[in-house]
DNA sequence: TCTATTATAGATATAATAACTCTTTTATAG
DNA sequence: CTATAAAAGAGTTATTATATCTATAATAGA
């Protein structure tokens, strides 16, 4: 019950960008020595990211990844939902009952915790926070 | 980043304790056969239950578990934190910065969530969903 | 005390997932 | 054409979840 690293790794990189330079192409390298991981992984992350339509890449000779146009409005949950899926915290239940409380109060309780994750934007960090990472 | 299987067999246990008699000894093969796991499994978890305080056992013949004085306000939360643990959604935060906003954003989502499942207990089922397990 | 019953503990096995690497392919600027 | 960098795919290892089996401890009742 825990997100994963590969989520953290996709969060600390998008503040990165903020904090650095959002407009600048940027490669894999640089940011997979920061973290300490190898370049493969952190790409196969960032293309999850790309995917997502969260940031941008360009292959090739001076290509690289950078925020996409409008990536103020970028949420955690965003980020989350890239990397992990579309998570329900609760699952396996089996006699799928609608009425069934349990499963109301998993759903509500989850929800609160989305509505914050979706309230705080990368534009909450563009000046708050630059010496973070 | 999903809660555990046991998490749930914990919860709907709980639940059927309340739905059923929440004064009357039960042992755990019934309960084993309504979710269709093995009884050893349940009462594994159902110990972990008792650790914190949330059932009452008795070893020995005419033993079993049942609800302790107090169980009324029992709440998810409690019955989540006894089997899953003191989670932290957001772990492997390295350079522990206490300032830092991501953790602060990622703890505070936590906390809603939480908030949520701390003020659902099993009072609340004692008479709505006699029907739901 | 003896026996049947029931929880508890420990060791172990299996399965599933996460975490990571290596290799190949595709794309592009110069 | 070539150097550079992302994307894709296959495959490996590590970790955790899930579950079972066996043995031990406790207790009520005969
Ligand atoms: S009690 Fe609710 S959550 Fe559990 S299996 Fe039934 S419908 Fe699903
Ligand atoms: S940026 Fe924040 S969450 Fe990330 S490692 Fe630093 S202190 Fe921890």
Known sequence: ?????????????????????????LGVQPLAEKMEISPTYLSKILTQLVKAGLVESASGAKGGY??????????????????????????????????CMVKQVMVSAEDKMEEELKQRTLADFAESAPAAL
Request: aromatic share 12%; net charge negative.
């Open 66 to 99: 950078r925020l996409p146009r409008g990536w103020e409005s970028i949420s955690f949950l965003d980020i989350i939902h890239a990397v992990e899926g579309p998570v329900s915290l609760f699952d396996g239940c089996l006699n799928d009952n609608p009425e």
């Open 1 to 25: 019950m825990k997100f994963s690293k590969a989520t953290n790794y996709a969060l600390h990189t998008m503040l990165y960008f903020v904090v650095t330079d959002p407009k600048q192409q």
